[in-house]
C-alpha cells in the first residue's frame, strides 16, 4: 500500500527555484573551498553554504516523496520542529540571501505589480514566487502575526492561494515582558504543538525536545562568548559575521551539534584575535551599531569601503546581538516557558517591533554602552515602518547617551532604491560632520 502523501504533489515549477538556489549555493561553497589566503569570517561562509544546500535538499525530497514539511520563522520554537523531524523554510529567506544573486531585481520589478511599492521587499518577493507556483506547497504553515501589518498581509494571501493548507499562528500579547503575558504565550506554543501533530502525523516527545533545546543552549552560550569577544577594540572580526551567526543558529542549524562545533571555531579564532590585539581593521576609529536587518547586497562594498576608507567597523547589528537567556530543561513547563520568552522577547525584530517604543530605545542604549558604539545607524528599510515612525525617539535616545545618530532610508533587498554611491556619500557627509572622521 502506497503511504499517504502529507503534503501536494508539486510540479517541477514549484521546485524550480529551490533547485536553481541549491546550485547557486554549491557554486558559493566550492569557490570558498579553493579560496586560498581568505579572512577566516570568509571561509566560515563554506559550511554554512552546504548546509543551506542540505535545507533546500531536504524540502525538496520531502515534497517529492509527500513526507511533512512547513513553512514557518525563527521566532516560532523552531526547536519544536527539529524534535519533531519536522524540515522547515522561510519564504522570505531566499528573498534576503538571494538579493546577492543574478536575477533578483527582476524579480523585485515583477513583484512591484502584486502589492505595490510601499510593501516589504522581502514579503513583495516572497508571496511573487507563492502566486507563481515557485514554490512547494507545505503540509502546514506556522505563521506570524507580528511584528508589523505587512505580515499579516503574507499570509493572508497565502491561505487564499493555499485554501487546503492549514494555518496556525501563535496570537502575540501586546504587554511587556510580564508573568500574565508570558503565561498566555505558553498556552499558545502549547495550542502550536497539538496543530503539527493533528496536521503533521508527528508526535512531540519531550525527551527529544530536551536534547535539541539543550544542544540549543549550547549554541546560545557560545554565541554569548563570542558577543563579548567582539566588546574588544578593536574588534576581532568585521561587518558579516554576526549575520552569520544568527543565520547558523537561528535557521539552519537549530540545535544541531554541527552547528556547536562551528561556533567553537568562531570563538576560538576571536579569542586568539582579543588576545593579540589584533582586529578586522588594524586602525580602527569608528565603531557602528546598525540597528536593523544589514543588507545582504552591500557586504562586498559598502561594509568594505568603511573599513578600509573610513576605519569603521560593523560591531553589532540588531539581528546579530545575543541577548538570548538559557531554557531550563528541568521540566516539561520550564522548556515551554523557556521557549516562549525567546520567541517572543528575544527573537530579532519580533521583540522590538511587537509593541512599545521602549523596546527600540533600551536595546540602544544597551548596545552603545556594552561595545563602546561611536554612532548608531537605523538603515530605515522602506518596509520597517514601524521602526521609522520612531525615528525621533531614537535620535533622542543617542543624543541622550553622547552618540551620532544617522537614518539612511533604503531598501534592504534592491540596491537599486538607494544606490551604494548614495549610501558612501551619506556616510562621508555624516563622518565629517559629526567629526568622526
Request: hydrophobic content about 40%; aromatic content about 12%.
Amino acid at each position: 500500500m502506497a503511504k499517504k502523501r502529507l503534503c501536494p504533489q508539486p510540479t517541477e515549477g514549484q521546485l524550480s527555484k529551490f533547485i536553481e538556489e541549491r546550485e547557486n549555493w554549491k557554486l558559493v561553497q566550492q569557490a570558498l573551498t579553493v579560496t586560498t589566503g581568505a579572512d577566516f569570517d570568509v571561509k566560515l561562509y563554506a559550511p554554512l553554504s552546504r548546509r543551506f544546500q542540505e535545507l533546500l535538499s531536504e524540502i525538496i525530497r520531502c515534497s517529492r516523496e509527500g513526507d511533512p514539511f512547513l513553512i514557518s520563522y525563527y521566532a516560532c520554537a523552531p526547536e519544536i520542529f527539529v524534535a519533531m523531524d519536522l524540515p522547515w523554510f522561510t519564504s522570505l529567506a531566499s528573498a534576503y540571501l538571494g538579493a546577492v544573486l543574478p536575477g533578483h531585481t527582476a524579480e523585485v520589478d515583477e513583484s512591484d505589480t502584486l502589492l505595490g511599492k510601499d510593501y516589504c521587499t522581502a514579503l513583495r518577493v516572497g508571496a511573487l514566487r507563492v502566486l507563481k507556483d515557485q514554490l512547494p506547497i507545505p503540509t502546514a504553515v506556522v505563521a506570524l502575526i507580528h511584528p508589523c501589518d505587512g505580515t499579516i498581509g503574507f499570509h493572508q494571501m497565502l491561505k487564499e492561494k493555499w485554501p487546503n493548507v492549514p494555518i496556525f499562528a501563535c496570537d502575540p500579547p501586546y504587554w511587556e515582558d510580564d508573568e500574565r503575558s508570558l503565561d498566555y504565550y505558553v498556552s499558545e506554543i502549547k495550542r502550536m504543538v497539538s496543530f503539527l501533530e493533528e496536521h503533521t502525523g508527528r508526535k512531540l516527545d519531550m525527551d527529544r525536545l530536551r536534547e535539541v533545546v539543550e544542544e540549543s543552549n549550547k549554541i546560545i552560550k557560545l554565541w554569548q562568548e563570542y558577543s563579548e569577544l567582539r566588546r574588544a577594540v578593536p574588534c576581532p572580526h568585521g561587518y558579516g559575521i554576526t549575520m552569520q551567526a544568527f543565520g547558523a543558529a537561528q535557521y539552519v542549524w537549530v540545535g544541531h551539534p554541527d552547528c556547536v562545533q562551528w561556533f567553537r571555531d568562531l570563538v576560538a579564532n576571536a579569542e586568539g584575535l582579543v588576545r593579540a590585539k589584533k582586529g578586522k581593521v588594524e586602525n580602527e576609529r569608528i565603531r557602528i551599531f546598525c540597528f536593523d536587518l544589514t543588507p545582504a547586497h552591500l557586504v562586498y562594498d559598502l561594509f568594505v569601503w568603511l573599513e578600509e576608507q573610513w576605519g569603521a567597523v560593523v560591531v553589532m547589528d540588531m539581528f546579530g546581538h545575543c541577548p538570548y537567556e538559557l531554557i531550563d530543561t528541568s521540566s516539561e513547563e520550564t522548556t515551554f516557558r523557556g521557549l516562549a520568552r525567546r520567541a517572543l522577547y528575544q527573537q530579532p525584530m519580533v521583540r522590538q517591533a511587537r509593541g512599545m517604543a521602549d523596546y527600540f530605545l533600551s536595546d540602544i542604549e544597551r548596545v552603545v554602552k556594552d561595545y563602546k558604539i561611536n554612532c548608531v545607524v537605523w538603515p530605515m528599510h522602506m518596509g520597517h515602518k514601524d521602526g521609522s515612525a520612531i525615528v525621533g525617539l531614537m535620535r533622542e535616545k543617542c543624543r541622550e547617551l553622547g552618540v551620532p545618530f544617522m537614518s539612511i532610508g533604503m531598501d534592504l533587498f534592491d540596491p537599486r532604491y538607494t544606490t551604494v554611491d548614495q549610501i558612501k556619500d551619506r556616510f562621508t557627509e555624516f563622518f565629517t560632520i559629526m567629526g568622526l572622521g
